[in-house]
């Protein structure tokens, strides 16, 4: 069975810096989708970014980044430039490839406040 | 609608009551996913729909829990004769599919649901 680990339950970081996200999954599957969503304190669960496994290109979305590693199975978060904004849960998942069933598989998160 | 809605927004019931929890899905969206947020926790998958096929319950952790969509669309969770280990948020989410996985899951605000 996959698994998802985020080993920071929490974090801080001061406004306009950098922080990183760790998160490592174990899978036997070749093919797979991993993402990050935010969780703020309205609960509303919104996507932050996606990267597909067969593609080697890290995403990025604006001040979103990750670092994929596939061989190593671990896929980090780096925000740059920190916004009081960005305080929220943010949790790791991973979905399965193939077939039309595909529910996400969540790490525990990983609590970020970012400081003024 | 715009987004995935829920409701009621927070639930607060008595030990052995039944509940009912409601999912209004994004206009067109022909898959639908319930979830379990325990406090501190990840997301718990429940249960899983698409289309007309029939549901996947493999996440329901006892018979008291079911879930229905009808017509495709709105969907009902319900816990009969709750307990307090059934204290949590529970997210619906869901997305277009065209028999591709990967896509991105829209999540709704989540019911809180406390049983006293």
């Known amino acids: 069975a996959q698994t998802v680990t985020q080993s920071q339950p929490e974090m801080s970081v001061q406004e306009a810096e950098t922080v990183t996200l760790s998160c490592t999954y174990d899978?036997?599957?070749?093919?797979?989708?991993l993402f990050w969503y935010k969780q703020p304190p309205s609960r509303q669960m919104i996507l932050v970014i996606r990267?597909?496994?067969?593609?080697?290109q890290n995403a990025t979305e604006n001040r979103f980044s990750v670092n994929f590693q596939k061989a190593a199975k671990s896929f980090s978060l780096k925000i740059s430039d920190s916004q009081l904004g960005d305080t929220a849960m943010y949790f790791c998942a991973f979905m399965n490839y193939g077939g039309s069933q595909g529910n996400l598989i969540f790490g525990k998160g990983t609590k970020l406040s970012v400081k003024p | 609608g715009a987004g995935v809605s829920q409701s009621p927004s927070n639930k607060v019931t008595e030990k052995g009551k039944d509940v009912e929890l409601r999912c209004d899905p994004i206009?067109?969206?022909?898959?639908l996913y319930w979830y379990r947020q325990s406090l501190g926790q990840g997301l718990e998958f429940l249960i899983y729909f698409q289309g007309n096929s029939a549901p996947d319950k493999s996440g329901l952790p006892s018979d008291r829990f079911s879930a229905e969509r009808t017509g495709g669309s709105v969907s009902t969770l319900t816990i009969q004769r709750t307990q307090q280990e059934d204290s949590a948020v529970y997210l619906c989410a869901s997305f277009r599919t065209s028999g591709r996985t990967g896509e991105t899951q829209y999540f709704g605000p989540g019911t809180r649901l406390l049983v006293l």
């Open positions: 206009s067109g969206h022909t898959a």
């Open positions: 899978t036997s599957e070749n093919n797979y989708y």
């Open positions: 990267q597909e496994a067969y593609k080697q």
